[in-house]
């Protein structure tokens, strides 16, 4: 049976040689929205300057999707940082997250569907990385407990390798990383949506919250 890697100490490894360095590097970090940022942000921004690299085309609704992207930006403004944090919007490209879905409309949420949307928006932040010249890309989604970090790694590494850009080796969720970006989201009142993103993902959460309210309560 393969070990499971711990990426949470591979980050603080990595952070730990840049600090006998020296050396304070680029990083690009694709974000999903500002609540999952806010604790990458707070703890990244002690060693890296960061691109915030927001390319998220699964957002469904259109208005959802602008929502989220000034929550984004009035984070990065308001958070204090050691040092600076930038910002760039990627492409509302639609049509090709529901090409990239197509298939997999019945999928849960967790599955395949998914990997495949991860690997989406890690390809364009590896190549975003690369074309700016970034020593490291990453991505905050391993923030949330219900996305999978083993496979968001796995992914990570594999571009890492066909870009030629050092993929940053993370868990956020770990070391209470989630329960941090609970917390932040409060301090400054931020937006906290309650799905993941997609249409599929609103769909299945909305049935969810429907069977919750119709189901008949408990006769004593």
Known sequence: MRAQKNYQKMLEATIAGLKEQDRVPTLLLHSCCAPCSSYCLEYLSQYFHIIVDYYNPNIYPEEEYHMRVREQQRLIRELPAKYPIAFREGAYDKE??????????????????????????????????????????????????????????????????????????????????????????EQYGMYRQYYCGCVFSKRERDAQICLLYTSPSPRD
């Open 96 to 185: 090709r997250f529901y090409e990239m879905a197509r298939g997999l409309e019945e999928e849960k949420e967790g599955g395949e569907r998914c990997f495949r949307c991860y690997e989406l928006r890690l390809r364009e932040a590896a190549e975003t990385a690369k074309s700016l010249g970034m020593d490291y890309f990453t991505t905050t989604l391993s923030i949330s407990p219900l996305k999978n970090a083993e496979k968001l790694n796995e992914i990570g590494d594999a571009l890492a390798e066909e870009y030629g850009v050092a993929y940053l080796n993370s868990d956020f969720k770990k070391k209470n990383g989630y329960k941090r970006s609970v917390e932040l989201s």
